[in-house]
C-alpha cells in the first residue's frame, strides 16, 4: 500500500513530533532552551541494546571546548533540580 517514499515521509514526521516534543517540554518546564539546544547538539548518542548493553556514539566531531562543557552541565544540573522540586 505505501511505498518507500510514503515510509520515509511518515518517519520523517514521526522523528519531527518526538523532537518538537521534547522542545515544548523543556519550553513547558521552563528550562533554559540554549542549554538544551548546546546539549543535543553535543551530547552523544547512547544506544541500549537488548540484554541491558550500552554504546556509546559521538555523531560529531567535537573539541574540548570548557563554555560548552559548562552550558551542557548548568543546564543539566538545572533541569535535574527544577524537575525534583516539581
Known amino acids: 500500500m505505501f511505498g518507500e517514499a510514503s515510509r520515509q515521509i511518515v518517519k520523517n514526521i514521526e522523528r ?13 518546564y521552563n528550562l533554559d532552551f540554549d542549554g538544551y539546544r548546546y546539549l543535543k547538539t553535543y ?9 541491558g548493553s550500552m ?7 567535537i573539541e574540548f571546548d570548557e563554555d560548552i562543557v559548562r552550558r551542557c552541565l548548568d543546564f543539566v544540573t538545572d533541569a ?3 524537575l525534583e522540586g516539581g
Request: glycine share 6%; no cysteine; charged share 20%.
Open 16 to 28: 519531527m513530533q518526538s523532537e518538537f516534543g521534547e522542545a515544548i517540554a523543556v519550553v513547558a
Open 43 to 51: 551530547a552523544p548518542v547512547i544506544h541500549e541494546f537488548v540484554g
Open 55 to 61: 554504546q556509546v556514539e559521538w555523531v560529531r566531531e
Open 80 to 82: 535535574a533540580l527544577r
